[in-house]
C-alpha cells in the first residue's frame, strides 16, 4: 500500500516519467481458477492497489469544513456538467461513444426473459472499435508507450475496459464488471494520465462524479436495452444485484465533514442537513436526491427494475438504512462489505486479469489474510478437493451472507405481500416475507445466520 502523502491518506503510486519509459506492459490474463486462488490475491500488489485506490477516492468524496462558513463544503453530483480537465473530458467522449453504439444494435424482439441476444452484437462492435476509441486524443497518447517486449500500455489497460461493460457469453454484468473499471481507472492513474488536474483531491472528486457516475448510466442503460442478468446474483440476499461502488461514493458524500484532507474518514455521523439513511424506502424522495448523490441514485435505479416492497426485493439495503450513527457509520460498512463480499468473493474475482499495472506479484507488506468464513467458503475444482494439482483443502460451499456491520435487524411489518421483479430468479426471492419466514427461509424464521468473520484487509 501507498505511504501517506500531505494530500491524501491512501494514495495509489504514479509511475515517474522515468518509470513508465523502462516499463514492461503485459497483456492481463486469467489467474484465479480455484477457489483457493483467491487466498493468494488477497495477498497481491493488485490486492492492495484496488483497495488503496477505492479509499482515495472515498476520502475525496467526505465533506469539508470551512473556516469562513459555518456550512461544510459537499460534493454532490450535478446533472449535465461538463469538466474543464481535458483528461476527464476525454473519458466522458469515450464513454459516449460506446454508449453510441447501442443505435448500432437495437434489441432484438424476441420475447425472453433474461438477456437479449443483441447484446452481443453491441458488445461486438466495441471490441472492435475499442482500440481505435483508445487510441484518440491525450487518452492515445498516453497510452502510445510500448515496452521493451513491444506491448503497448493500451494493450494492457484495453483488457480492463473491455471487461467492464459486462459478459457477452453470459449476457450479464455484476460488481465484478464493476470492479474491472475501476481497475481500468486505476491503470490510467498509475500511468499519470490524470496529472493534469490539481494535485488534490479536486481530480479525485473528478473521476468519481464526471467518470465513474456517467459509467454506471452507460451500464444502466445496456442492463435496461439488452435485459442483462445480474451475474452471480444471490437474489435478493446480496446488496444489490448489479453494483457496489456507488454506495460507497455515495454515502461518503454524506459523512460527517473533516477539516483537512490529511484527517481520517470519519466513522460515524453525517453532514449537517443530509437525507436520513431511512429515507430510501420513500419513493419521492428517492427520486429527487438520485440526481445528486451516487448512494440514491443507485437506489432509484433499483426502483426502476424492481415493482415491490423496498424491504422484500433489497433486504439489505432495507436493514442497512436503520443504521443510527449515520452514513459515516453506512460508510465505513460499505468497505468492509466491499472487502468481503467483492474483493474476497471467488464469483465475483475469478475474471479479475492480472497483468504489469495490477500484478499477481505478493505485496511484501502484506498481511496473510484470515482464515474467516469469506477466505474458506470458496469453490473448489475436483482436482484440488482430491488432493491433485496445488494444495488445498476440502472447504463448505458458499452460503449467503448478511450485512456483517448492521446492528440489529430492521424489519418491516408483516402484513401485506409483494413479488419481486420478473429478473430475479425463483427461490428466497419468491413470495411474501411472512411466507418465507413460515417456510423458515427468510430473516425472523428462527433459523440462525452464519456468524461471519470480517476479513482484515490491510487497506481498511
Known amino acids: 500500500m ?26 492481463p490474463s486469467k489467474l484465479i481458477n480455484e477457489g483457493h486462488h483467491v487466498h493468494h490475491f488477497l495477498t497481491t500488489t493488485a490486492y492492495t492497489d484496488i483497495g488503496t485506490f477505492i479509499l482515495q477516492l472515498n476520502h475525496a468524496l467526505c465533506p469539508r469544513t470551512q473556516p469562513s462558513s459555518p456550512s461544510a463544503l459537499v460534493f454532490p453530483l450535478v446533472p449535465g456538467s461538463s469538466s474543464s480537465i481535458p483528461s476527464i473530458q476525454a473519458l466522458q467522449a469515450l464513454l459516449s461513444s460506446i454508449e453510441a453504439l447501442i443505435e448500432q444494435a437495437p434489441p ?29 486524443g ?33 449476457l450479464d454484468y455484476g460488481t465484478g464488471h464493476e470492479l474491472s473499471f475501476v481497475a481500468f481507472l486505476g491503470c490510467l492513474w498509475k500511468l499519470a494520465y490524470f496529472t493534469d488536474g490539481k494535485q488534490s483531491p479536486d481530480i479525485e472528486r473528478e473521476i468519481v462524479l464526471n467518470v465513474i457516475e456517467p459509467y454506471l448510466k452507460v451500464v444502466r442503460k445496456l442492463i435496461l436495452t439488452y435485459t442483462l442478468e445480474p451475474a452471480g446474483s444471490h437474489g435478493v440476499w446480496g446488496l444489490d444485484d448489479h453494483s457496489f461502488v456507488p454506495y460507497i461514493f455515495g454515502s461518503a458524500q454524506l459523512t460527517r465533514p473533516i477539516s483537512s484532507d490529511t484527517e481520517p474518514m470519519p466513522l460515524e455521523g453525517s453532514v449537517e442537513g443530509a437525507i436520513k439513511p431511512s429515507d430510501v424506502t420513500k419513493p419521492a424522495v428517492v427520486e429527487d436526491q438520485r440526481q445528486t448523490n451516487m448512494y440514491f441514485s443507485a437506489i432509484g435505479f433499483i426502483n426502476d427494475v424492481k415493482k415491490a416492497p423496498f424491504w422484500e426485493h433489497s433486504p439489505m439495503l432495507f436493514d442497512i438504512s436503520g443504521i443510527r450513527f449515520g452514513w459515516g457509520k453506512i460508510n465505513k460498512g460499505m468497505i468492509k462489505m466491499f472487502n468481503a463480499e467483492v ?30 468464513v469469506h477466505i474458506t467458503n470458496q469453490p473448489l475444482t475436483t482436482a484440488v478437493s482430491t488432493g491433485a494439482g496445488q494444495s488445498g483443502v476440502s472447504l463448505p460451499s458458499v452460503t449467503g451472507t448478511a450485512a456483517p456491520w448492521t446492528q440489529g435487524t430492521r424489519m418491516p411489518p408483516l402484513s401485506g405481500s409483494g413479488t419481486p421483479h420478473s429478473r430475479v430468479p425463483p427461490g428466497p426471492s419468491t413470495g411474501s416475507l411472512a411466507s418465507r419466514q413460515s417456510r423458515g427461509e427468510g430473516p425472523g424464521s428462527g433459523s440462525t445466520a452464519p456468524q461471519m468473520t470480517i476479513t482484515k484487509a490491510p487497506w481498511a
Do not use: C, M
Not at 3 to 24: V, Y
Open 108 to 136: 432484438d424482439p424476441g420475447p425472453r426473459r433474461f438477456g437479449n441476444i443483441s447484446f452481443r452484437a453491441w458488445f461486438a462492435l466495441v471490441e472492435e472499435k475499442l482500440d481505435t476509441l483508445l487510441g484518440q
Open 2 to 27: 501507498a505511504s501517506p502523502t500531505a494530500s491524501n491518506l491512501f494514495t495509489l503510486q504514479i509511475l515517474s516519467p522515468s518509470q513508465i519509459a523502462s516499463h514492461t506492459f503485459t497483456k
Open 138 to 170: 491525450i487518452l492515445g497518447e498516453a497510452l502510445s508507450i510500448k515496452g521493451s517486449n513491444l506491448v503497448t500500455a493500451r494493450d494492457e489497460v484495453h483488457s480492463y475496459l473491455l471487461g467492464s461493460f459486462g459478459s457477452a457469453q453470459r
Open 343 to 372: 474483493l474476497s468473493k471467488f464469483p465475483v474475482v475469478q475474471h479479475f486479469p492480472f497483468g504489469s499495472l495490477f500484478s499477481w506479484d505478493v505485496d511484501p507488506s502484506a498481511t496473510p489474510p484470515t482464515q474467516s
